[in-house]
């Protein structure tokens, strides 16, 4: 730590921000984070001090209740009611909102909605936490979490004796015109408000916000869709002498948001429009799986015969073909054979289980010509492959199965699911948009998805958040234009917005082919382990299993009462319904009612030993049929 450092300023307070020596060392990252952080900390210390004003209040009139034989007890009931209609309107004040009861958060018209039945409005978790700062304050905290890397670069950038008086100068600017501002404001501000003994920048610094030419640099050379590639004799590109400089800060958040997209469990939208990097971004996440789990089953539908990082090599890529669907709708399936088999697991060993990812990749293309195929291909209809979509994408998280679905659209019809827009929350929304040349010269400018996901308030609820990654927006534009770095949105709360770096090197990477065993999609069931069966009743060893089986060690396979229901219905020969079989008083189904009966049944329906018509029908009634 330097301890030549000038002494603090007279108006610096160390209870709202950290010293400030951290902020002159060149730790401006650690500090802003601080600062982001005590003023959290400050919205929470109000909260909990207008939550014990309205206790102490309530309690005093309910003393002055007590003492109601007493004639002075309108003196504590005066006190009591004047403190509580007090702190009622200082929370107004911070709040907006009357919140009457203590230790509810929620606003009186919230209140009276629940009790009469109407679903209550959802608050931003962000907003929740900044609700008892000054407006100031919250502009300050929004800008700290969407503007964070921008934030630290100026910061780094500038003399480090006036890093502190200039945050608070953009902090009031953001305030008052809800813009950032740019570096002729900021180089003017230093120019005129502060002394040159402050502007003196150390002689291992870098100057303060240069506006020099940038050094011309070679580009990367590579076969990625959207990038221009070499030639036999490749020449430099140049950028203008205005073209902004890259943001690593904002380079590092991209990164960060990609990480933690490794490590869901939650199926993804990747979306953005042709060229905006959505195939390089898929190759980077497959390199950090297979890094994080070589265990790691992954599988794609594509339209186009890529490599996915040697997934293609290992037999593990099926192309799609509108003349032969069967390959696609039988891929499906066997993903959802595998969902299908650890939700039946107990709840303790599902943790445990390793990742099985199913990528879709253009599937808005691949859908379409699905749903064209429906009306005449009887295949198509019996698959249920959207169904089994759903079912993954709403229930697979707990068991570690679920999708990478990338396509050009964010509407829940171009990803095939009739749902309304609250389904999108199952999802992991990520936006991506680019600028390109490609070979032929043709520029290709992709930002307009990523321009509609930010200003939709379907995705992005609050005004004051759009208005945030609007600006941030119009900050990162420029810069991914003259570098040719897309811009990555994650809908992930809170909503995020940032720059990715150059990872075209991750598309010729062959990961896959190291790291994953052999397999097939037909095989991932023999491969999990025996405890993923079922707890109580089948244990679909057989089923797995693609050898020919005979009746008796499938019937062997079956645990009770399974196995007792499954023989008697196989020799009936017909349909069977539920009253017939509790006429037999199976000495296994002793005690059990109909629906559970009907229950068994689904279950061998499921594991593919008979068909079950349940349809409109009573537990009673509903009937099934051996195979």
């Not at 890397?149 to 480090?160: E, H, S, T, Y």
């Not at 429009?273 to 070589?294: C, E, I, M, R, W």
């Not at 691949?366 to 759903?390: D, H, M």
């Not at 068991?399 to 699911?417: E, F, H, M, R, T």
Request: with cysteine; glycine share 6%.
């Amino acid at each position: 730590m330097n301890n030549n450092l000038t002494p603090l300023p007279p108006d610096y307070n160390t209870t709202e921000y950290a010293h400030i020596e951290i902020l002159e060392s060149g730790d401006v990252d650690i500090w802003l984070r601080r600062r982001g952080q005590l003023l959290i900390e400050k919205a929470k210390d109000t909260a909990r001090e207008c939550e014990a004003g309205k206790l102490a209040s309530i309690a005093v009139v309910g003393v002055s209740a007590v003492m109601s034989a007493n004639p002075l007890m309108w003196i504590p009931l005066s006190i009591g009611a004047s403190g509580y209609l007090w702190t009622l309107f200082t929370e107004y004040q911070d709040t907006g909102a009357i919140k009457p009861i203590p230790l509810y958060r929620g606003r009186l018209g919230n209140l009276l909605g629940t009790l009469e039945g109407q679903r209550g409005e959802e608050a931003h978790p962000l907003l929740e936490q900044i609700a008892y700062l000054p407006e100031q304050d919250k502009d300050e905290v929004l800008l700290l979490r969407y503007r964070f890397g921008q934030i630290a670069g100026v910061l780094g950038a500038v003399p480090p004796r006036t890093r502190f008086d200039l945050y608070r100068h953009i902090v009031e600017q953001y305030h008052a015109r809800q813009i950032l501002i740019e570096r002729d404001e900021i180089n003017a501000y230093l120019a005129s408000a502060v002394s040159e003994a402050r502007r003196a920048m150390p002689a291992q610094d870098k100057p303060a916000l240069p506006s020099q030419p940038v050094v011309p640099q070679e580009p990367m050379v590579s076969d990625c869709r959207g990038v221009a590639p070499t030639t036999n004799n490749p020449q430099p590109i140049t950028q203008s002498a205005t073209a902004p400089n890259l943001d690593p800060a904002s380079e590092q958040a991209g990164l960060a948001i990609l990480d933690t997209l490794v490590t869901t469990r939650r199926s993804t939208l990747l979306i953005g429009d042709t060229g905006a990097g959505k195939s390089v971004t898929q190759a980077y996440l497959l390199n950090k799986l297979f890094q994080y789990h070589p265990d790691a089953e992954v599988f794609a539908l594509a339209q186009k015969a890529d490599s996915f990082c040697g997934l293609a090599e290992k037999g593990r890529v099926t192309l799609f073909d509108p003349t032969e669907p069967e390959h696609a709708l039988t891929l499906i399936t066997d993903i959802w054979n595998v969902y299908d088999r650890r939700r039946r697991l107990k709840e303790s060993e599902r943790p445990a289980l390793s990742p099985v990812r199913l990528i879709l990749a253009d599937w808005l293309s691949i859908n379409q010509s699905l749903e064209e195929l429906f009306k005449t291909s009887e295949a198509v209809k019996a698959s249920r492959y959207l169904s089994k979509l759903a079912d993954i994408i709403y229930n697979g998280r707990e068991l570690n199965v679920c999708l990478l679905v990338d396509l050009q659209s964010y509407n829940l019809a171009a990803v095939g699911l009739k749902a309304d827009r609250n389904s999108r929350k199952n999802f992991n929304l990520i936006g991506l948009g680019n600028y390109s040349i490609d070979e032929l010269g043709m520029v290709n400018e992709s930002y307009g998805v990523l321009v509609n996901l930010i200003g939709d308030r379907y995705i992005v609820a609050e005004e004051s958040e759009r208005s945030a990654l609007n600006a941030a927006y119009k900050q990162l534009q420029p810069i991914s234009k003259a570098n040719n770095r897309p811009i990555i949105f994650s809908g992930l709360s809170p909503a995020q917005l940032a720059l990715l770096p150059d990872l075209r090197q991750y598309k010729s990477s062959k990961v896959a082919v190291s790291k994953q065993p052999v397999t097939t999609p037909q095989t991932i069931t023999e491969q999990t382990p025996k405890q993923e069966a079922i707890a109580q009743g089948a244990v679909p060893e057989a089923i797995a299993s693609p050898e020919p089986t005979t009746e008796l060690k499938l019937s062997d396979s079956l645990g009770e009462p399974l196995k007792t229901i499954w023989l008697f219905t196989k020799e009936q020969k017909d349909w069977v319904s539920v009253r017939t079989i509790q006429q037999n008083s199976f000495a296994v189904l002793k005690g059990k009612g109909s629906e559970q009966i009907h229950q068994y049944l689904g279950l061998l329906a499921d594991s593919g030993y008979g068909e079950i018509d349940e349809e409109g029908k009573s537990h009673s009634s509903v009937v099934f049929r051996a195979y």
